[in-house]
C-alpha cells in the first residue's frame, strides 16, 4: 500500500524534545570482561580501570575520550562505580567480568564534556578461511578483543544459519533486511584469508568500504581488522557537531502505514534526534525536516548503522541526505 498525502495529514507528528533512549543488541553497553593475572587488589584494580576506559568508549559511541581532562582520574576511581563484578576461569586464563552502574556511567561521559551520537550498534562478524568456511567465535576472540578495547561491540553468525557472505558483501538488500531482523545492526564485517594477507569489507548502512592487510599470523591479520574496523566505523559515524543541526531527510521504501510509524518509532529512538516532521510525501518516500545533535550526513550515517535504514547516493532534491527504509 502506497502512503497517500491524505495518510500523511492523518498520521503527521511532532517529536520534540525526545529522551535520549539507549539499545544494546549484544549484552549491557555497561558490561566488560577483562583478563587478569590473579585476584590481588593491584590486579582488580587495573583491570577496573580497562573495562571503565572501554565502556566509557562505548557509551560515548566510539569517540576517543583519552584527551579529555578529567579521564585519568575517572579511571583512577573506576571502583567507586562498580555495581558487580565476577571472577571466571576461561580457556585464555582469568578473567574478571565487571559491570558498571549505568547512571553513574552516564554521568561521568557528561561531566567528561562528551556529546555522544549514542551506543553503536555491534558489528556482525563473517569471516572466512583460505577453505571459505566461517570462523566461529573461539576463532575470531583476538579480533572481538581488540576491537572490544577500543569500546566496539562484535557478535557472530548463527551457526546453524549463517547469512550468505556473498549477498552481504552484494549489498543485497533482503540479506541486509534479515541481518537487521535477527542481529540488531547495519555494521557487518566481511573477511577472507589468503594465508598471510586478507581481504576485508566494512558495510556500513548499505555502504561498502574495502580494504586488505598482512600479517605474518593469524592474529595479527585478526587485530589488523579491528584496527581497520574501528577506525572506518570512527570515521563515518563519530561525527559530532559544534551544537543542534536541522535539517531535510528523503526515506523511500515505505509501503504501508506502519512502515511509517516504524521510521518515526527509529527516529524518536535515537539519541541524537530532539525534533521530526513530516513535510511530505511522494508514493512510497517522506520529506522529513528533522533537528537533531549531529549534521544531517552523521545523523544518516548513524541512522543507517542501526540496520533499518539504507544509505542511498546522491540526496533527493530539497533533501540533505537519502535513506531506503528495510522492511
Same mark, same amino acid.
Given at each position: 500500500?502506497? /502512503?497517500?498525502?491524505?495518510?500523511?495529514?492523518?498520521?503527521?507528528?511532532?517529536?520534540?524534545?525526545?529522551?535520549? $533512549?539507549?539499545?544494546?543488541?549484544? %549484552?549491557?553497553?555497561?558490561?566488560?570482561?577483562?583478563?587478569?593475572? !590473579?585476584?590481588? !587488589?593491584?590486579?582488580?584494580?587495573?583491570?577496573?580501570?580497562?573495562?571503565?576506559?572501554?565502556?566509557?568508549?562505548?557509551?560515548?559511541? %566510539?569517540?576517543?575520550?583519552?584527551?579529555?581532562?578529567?579521564?585519568?582520574?575517572?579511571?583512577?576511581?573506576?571502583?567507586?562505580?562498580?555495581?558487580?563484578?565476577?571472577?571466571?576461569?576461561?580457556?585464555?586464563?582469568?578473567?574478571?567480568?565487571?559491570?558498571?552502574?549505568?547512571?553513574?556511567?552516564?554521568?561521568?561521559?557528561?561531566?567528561?564534556?562528551?556529546?555522544?551520537?549514542?551506543?553503536?550498534?555491534?558489528?556482525?562478524? $563473517?569471516?572466512?578461511?583460505?577453505?571459505?568456511?566461517?570462523?566461529?567465535?573461539?576463532?575470531?576472540?583476538?579480533?572481538?578483543?581488540?576491537?572490544?578495547?577500543?569500546?566496539?561491540?562484535?557478535?557472530?553468525?548463527?551457526?546453524?544459519?549463517?547469512?550468505?557472505?556473498?549477498?552481504?558483501?552484494?549489498?543485497?538488500?533482503?540479506?541486509?533486511?534479515?541481518?537487521?531482523?535477527?542481529?540488531?545492526?547495519?555494521?557487518?564485517?566481511?573477511?577472507?584469508?589468503?594465508?598471510?594477507?586478507?581481504?576485508?569489507?566494512?558495510?556500513?548502512?548499505?555502504?561498502?568500504?574495502?580494504?586488505?592487510?598482512?600479517?605474518?599470523?593469524?592474529?595479527?591479520?585478526?587485530?589488523?581488522?579491528?584496527?581497520?574496523?574501528? !577506525?572506518?566505523?570512527?570515521?563515518?559515524?563519530?561525527?559530532?557537531?559544534?551544537?543542534?543541526?536541522?535539517?531535510?531527510?528523503?526515506?523511500?521504501?515505505?509501503?504501508?502505514?506502519?512502515?511509517?510509524?516504524?521510521?518515526?518509532?527509529?527516529?524518536?529512538? !535515537?539519541?541524537?534526534?530532539?525534533?521530526?516532521?513530516?513535510?511530505?510525501?511522494?508514493?512510497?518516500?517522506?520529506? $522529513?525536516?528533522?533537528?537533531?545533535? /549531529?549534521?544531517?550526513?552523521?545523523?544518516?550515517?548513524?541512522?543507517?548503522?542501526?540496520?533499518?535504514?539504507? /544509505?542511498?547516493?546522491?540526496?533527493?532534491?530539497?533533501?540533505?541526505?537519502?535513506?531506503?527504509?528495510?522492511?
Amino acid at each position: 500500500m502506497r /502512503l497517500s498525502r491524505l495518510l500523511i495529514a492523518t498520521l503527521l507528528l511532532v517529536f520534540a524534545a525526545l529522551p535520549p $533512549l539507549h539499545a544494546q543488541a549484544s %549484552g549491557s553497553p555497561y558490561s566488560v570482561v577483562v583478563p587478569v593475572a !590473579d585476584t590481588s !587488589d593491584a590486579q582488580r584494580d587495573q583491570a577496573f580501570a580497562t573495562a571503565l576506559g572501554q565502556v566509557l568508549t562505548r557509551v560515548a559511541g %566510539g569517540q576517543d575520550l583519552r584527551s579529555n581532562p578529567g579521564y585519568g582520574d575517572a579511571l583512577g576511581k573506576a571502583g567507586s562505580i562498580v555495581q558487580k563484578f565476577q571472577y571466571q576461569r576461561a580457556a585464555t586464563g582469568l578473567i574478571l567480568d565487571v559491570e558498571f552502574e549505568p547512571g553513574s556511567v552516564r554521568r561521568l561521559v557528561s561531566k567528561l564534556g562528551v556529546a555522544s551520537a549514542g551506543i553503536k550498534p555491534p558489528v556482525l562478524l $563473517l569471516v572466512q578461511g583460505s577453505d571459505g568456511s566461517l570462523f566461529d567465535q573461539a576463532a575470531l576472540a583476538s579480533l572481538a578483543a581488540a576491537a572490544a578495547a577500543r569500546g566496539t561491540n562484535v557478535v557472530y553468525p548463527d551457526a546453524a544459519n549463517p547469512p550468505d557472505p556473498a549477498k552481504v558483501a552484494a549489498v543485497d538488500s533482503a540479506a541486509l533486511a534479515a541481518i537487521n531482523r535477527q542481529y540488531h545492526t547495519g555494521l557487518v564485517l566481511l573477511g577472507k584469508l589468503h594465508g598471510s594477507s586478507a581481504d576485508w569489507t566494512l558495510i556500513s548502512g548499505g555502504q561498502p568500504q574495502r580494504w586488505s592487510s598482512h600479517g605474518a599470523t593469524e592474529d595479527a591479520l585478526l587485530g589488523d581488522a579491528a584496527g581497520g574496523m574501528v !577506525d572506518r566505523i570512527g570515521k563515518q559515524l563519530n561525527v559530532v557537531g559544534a551544537g543542534p543541526s536541522e535539517g531535510k531527510l528523503w526515506i523511500s521504501g515505505l509501503a504501508s502505514a506502519a512502515d511509517y510509524a516504524n521510521l518515526l518509532n527509529a527516529l524518536q529512538a !535515537d539519541p541524537a534526534v530532539r525534533q521530526v516532521t513530516t513535510v511530505g510525501a511522494e508514493n512510497d518516500a517522506v520529506l $522529513l525536516y528533522v533537528k537533531a545533535s /549531529l549534521p544531517m550526513t552523521g545523523l544518516a550515517a548513524n541512522l543507517a548503522a542501526g540496520g533499518h535504514l539504507l /544509505l542511498q547516493g546522491e540526496p533527493h532534491a530539497g533533501a540533505d541526505a537519502n535513506l531506503r527504509w528495510l522492511h
